[in-house]
């Protein structure tokens, strides 16, 4: 039994091609958007590619890009055939073509849904991206005289700055590593030579974080060193004082940024989906209609349409077998105990049986 079967007169056929017709060309127009969409989140990327680990993380937007320019062509070709659709004559040359190009169309538009559930699936490989490239980011943020290194501490800087965030975690990172370059230290001074002496590695390590991470809004001059030690500032509390300086850590600052893209970005894909979906079954409502006309013979009557012949249980056993008996093809056919009429061919005699052999006489 054919599932959610329609009857289309030929004025509803008619209409339904013109509609499909426009649907398509405004299917073109959510392709550019898609393609837009994943160009601008690649852009976006790229920008904070320096503090991120190679990953995953171009995927989605790789899979958007790919699919607004497939959606562009199909939609392209399908308001072609759809326009031609409605005279029955002109569809006889894309009858063959037509359920091609709806599977084809099946197809992108569930590689569509797939990229949008990625845009809210990928903060995992998006967090871990961003730890280890601001780890080293952080961690080479000193060496601005060793060559592929030297234009980390703009990085940092105005990321801190554009994003009003600081260090990895949070400030306490910058505790953790020497973020002033050698060059720059006195050697001279007891407190330098001391501090040098205390850490195992011989880093110069201060409770101190860079200039990047001072809040402008803050009401009194910016703390940068010694943010631990109350006695080292006047009226100055660490513990209940709240800090002049970022507290937020650039992974979060980050995440929060790109999360709410990409988040964006997946619900207009999931538009885009539900509205390329609505074409698909338009389609094939369409195909069938007009499949069923020529099966008819009559082109000015009535014709039923439909999503599936067959139920879903018998579609989808349909196919299994299909796929199932892909294998098989150079094996010999037993269906309905067809054999072989090369095997057991009983021989023919061509003379009498049992004829008895004549005496040459004696000469």
Not at 128 to 142: M, P, Q, T, V
Request: charged share 20%.
């Amino acid at each position: 039994m054919a599932v959610l079967k329609v009857k289309f007169t030929k004025t509803k056929r008619d209409k339904l091609a013109q509609i499909l017709w426009i649907l398509n060309w405004v299917s073109v127009v959510s392709g550019i958007i898609l393609f837009s969409l994943g160009l601008f989140l690649k852009i976006e990327i790229k920008k904070r590619n320096e503090v991120m680990a190679k990953g995953d993380v171009n995927s989605v937007p790789n899979m958007l890009i790919s699919v607004g320019v497939i959606a562009c062509i199909i939609n392209f070709l399908g308001g072609k055939i759809c326009y031609d659709c409605s005279d029955a004559n002109k569809f006889s040359r894309w009858k063959l073509v037509m359920l091609p190009y709806i599977v084809c169309t099946f197809c992108f538009t569930f590689c569509i849904l797939v990229g949008a559930l990625m845009c809210y699936t990928m903060r995992n490989e998006l967090e871990e991206s961003l730890y280890l490239g601001l780890r080293d980011a952080i961690k080479f943020y000193k060496d601005t005289d060793i060559p592929g290194r030297c234009f980390l501490k703009k990085t940092v800087d105005m990321l801190q700055i554009g994003f009003q965030c600081c260090g990895n975690n949070g400030f306490r990172d910058w505790f953790e590593i020497q973020w002033v370059s050698a060059r720059y230290l006195n050697m001279a001074s007891k407190e330098v030579l001391d501090r040098l002496k205390s850490n195992v590695d011989g880093k110069f390590l201060v409770d101190g974080v860079p200039f990047s991470c001072c809040n402008p809004s803050s009401p009194r001059p910016c703390i940068q060193y010694q943010l631990t030690n109350n006695s080292a500032h006047y009226n100055y509390d660490f513990l209940t004082e709240e800090l002049n300086i970022w507290v937020k850590g650039c992974r979060e600052a980050l995440l929060d940024y790109y999360t709410a893209i990409m988040r964006s970005i997946g619900i207009a894909a999931l538009l885009i989906w539900l509205f390329e979906l609505s074409v698909l079954i338009g389609a094939r409502y369409l195909q069938t209609a007009m499949k069923n006309v020529l099966l008819q013979g009559d082109l000015e009557g009535e014709s039923d349409g439909w999503l599936l012949e067959n139920s879903f249980v018998e579609t989808a056993k349909y196919n299994i077998n299909i796929i199932k008996n892909l294998g098989k093809a150079n094996q010999i056919s037993t269906v309905s105990g067809m054999n072989d009429p090369n095997i057991d061919v009983q021989n023919t005699n061509c003379g009498k049986t049992n004829v008895a052999t004549k005496s040459i006489p004696a000469a």
